[in-house]
């Protein structure tokens, strides 16, 4: 059963926008550093994106200047703005928590789906 829960992917073209959430019931996320990670097929997964605790952010090269990683604390949620997306972002995308920049913690979603086409 996965602990946390992503929402907001979809189908868009190519030069769209998509925001994903990321929350939790029954667990407070603001203790946790978070991430979003995604997989496309034949790939390794990936680190997209990274927020922590106190709200400093990394992002993979990839996602640098056209990706956004924040978090609501009082909504108990972590969202990934996507801006200007690419086929190659193609992806089920990932909800991570409790790890650090270089390490996968143990929390995960049960990935939302992003397609990138036209």
């Known amino acids: 059963q996965a602990q946390l829960v992503e929402s907001g992917g979809g189908l868009v073209q190519p030069g769209g926008s998509l925001r994903l959430s990321c929350t939790a019931s029954g667990r407070t996320l603001r203790i946790y550093n978070m991430a979003w990670y995604r997989q496309a097929p034949g790939k390794q997964r990936e680190l997209v994106a990274y927020?922590?605790?106190?709200?400093?952010?990394n992002y993979a090269d990839s996602a640098r200047g056209r990706f956004t990683i924040s978090r609501d604390n009082a909504k108990n949620t972590v969202y990934l703005q996507m801006d200007s997306l690419k086929p190659e972002d193609t992806a089920v995308y990932f909800c991570n928590g409790g790890g650090n920049i270089n390490t996968e913690g143990p929390l995960w979603g049960q990935g939302t789906q992003v397609t990138v086409s036209s």
């Open positions: 927020i922590a605790r106190a709200g400093s952010t």
